[in-house]
């Protein structure tokens, strides 16, 4: 589970980083409210179909200290007013695994409850 966690995050990474062959393009937007897109050929990435991947980011600032922001967004009594894919539901940890001697780095398998 930590090497498919591994390569989630090797994967996320490789898709907002910008380089000299794929580039962010504004859609829209003024100043902070930018809308960021980036499209690259997913041609030899191991385990994906071949085809068009599709990134689109944007930002803003929250009035919060980001270690707060941080423990809202890993807690998943919370990920349910956040995370569409939860889509409301309550959303259950069903493992824990740390990584290391800091316990707050993990990986969490959840689980979305579907009645």
């Known amino acids: 589970m930590l090497k498919l ?3 989630m995050v090797i994967s996320f ?3 907002v980083s910008a380089s000299t062959t794929h580039t962010w393009t504004t859609l829209s937007g003024t100043g902070a409210d930018d809308v960021q897109v ?3 050929k997913s041609v030899d990435d191991l385990g994906r179909p071949l085809g068009i991947v599709l990134s ?3 930002s803003f600032l929250l009035p919060v200290p980001p ?3 941080f423990e809202f967004l890993r807690d ?3 990920r349910n ?3 569409i894919l939860s889509n409301g539901r309550i959303v259950q940890e069903m493992e824990h695994i ?3 001697r800091d316990t707050e780095n993990c990986v969490s398998l959840l689980r979305v409850n579907v009645a």
Do not use: I, L
């Open 5 to 7: 966690a591994e390569r």
């Open 38 to 40: 980036m499209t690259r």
């Open 76 to 78: 998943e009594n919370s």
């Open 13 to 15: 990474y490789a898709g």
């Open 81 to 83: 007013e956040w995370d």
């Open 67 to 69: 270690k707060r922001v």
């Open 98 to 100: 740390t990584n290391g």
């Open 56 to 58: 689109v980011a944007t």
